[in-house]
């Protein structure tokens, strides 16, 4: 099984992307790439104590990372997809990103995929949403997957009972600064690939999941065939 299709997922913060990754990733031959779970610990940490980074890690750090994970994807022919959730996050990680895939999946196509959403959509969404500490064991205490409340009690979490709580980025002041930095970087990111000939998808993250779940399987479908 030949890495054939790679689909980054970018968007502005709640637009829904780890959710859409992880339900489409979850299928048979698909895997899903999250940056943050291939950065060393000690990186991840000091981008967490500055409010200003807000979780930007460095362009030699995100090349390591994503050159090892391509690698070794491709090498021991793991998936013939895979996601890229909230990756690439600038115009540089996009060229970045397509050297690499050049290099070590020669010949897999890309379709990138941006999922938008209206900022009361997104405010609402970053909201309501929770994680579960317990669930998700990160290793600087910032969970990020979206954890399902229990029907009892909305308060807990579905799957070990345990208090569910927001996300740190989703505090108002922190939120406010992620919609601004994506306002910023998205034009670049479409214009890199555009430039590339890589074809930009716009979906619409405002509708349910299952809708987005939908629209994404009908694209990839698309994708694949020759
Ligand atoms: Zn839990």
Wanted: proline letters at 7%; one cysteine or more; aromatic letters at 6%.
């Amino acid at each position: 099984m030949a890495l054939a299709l790679a689909v980054p997922v970018f968007g502005p913060p709640a637009a829904g992307k780890t959710t859409l990754t992880a339900a489409l990733g979850a299928l048979p031959g698909r895997a899903v790439f999250r940056l943050r779970e291939h950065v060393p610990e000690t990186i991840l940490a000091a981008t967490a104590t500055s409010a200003e980074r807000l979780g930007w890690i460095d362009d030699f750090t995100v090349v390591t990372a994503l050159r090892g994970y391509i690698e070794a994807t491709a090498s021991a022919s793991a998936a013939h997809t895979v996601l890229f959730d909230n990756f690439p996050g600038s115009g540089a990680q996009v060229r970045f990103f397509l050297t690499v895939l050049e290099q070590h999946a020669p010949g897999c196509a890309v379709r990138a995929v941006e999922l938008a959403a209206d900022t009361t959509t997104l405010y609402r969404r970053a909201f309501q949403r929770r994680v579960c500490h317990r669930c998700e064991r990160d290793p600087i205490r910032d969970p990020r997957l979206p954890a399902v409340p229990s029907v009892e009690d909305a308060q807990r979490c579905a799957r070990c009972g345990g208090i569910l709580h927001p996300r740190r980025g989703d505090a108002p002041r922190l939120l406010r600064a992620r919609l601004n930095r994506y306002r910023q970087t998205a034009d670049g990111i479409r214009e890199a690939f555009t430039a590339a000939g890589v074809p930009v998808t716009q979906l619409d993250g405002g509708a349910s999941a299952d809708q987005t779940a939908e629209a994404m399987t009908v694209l990839l479908t698309r994708s694949s065939q020759p």
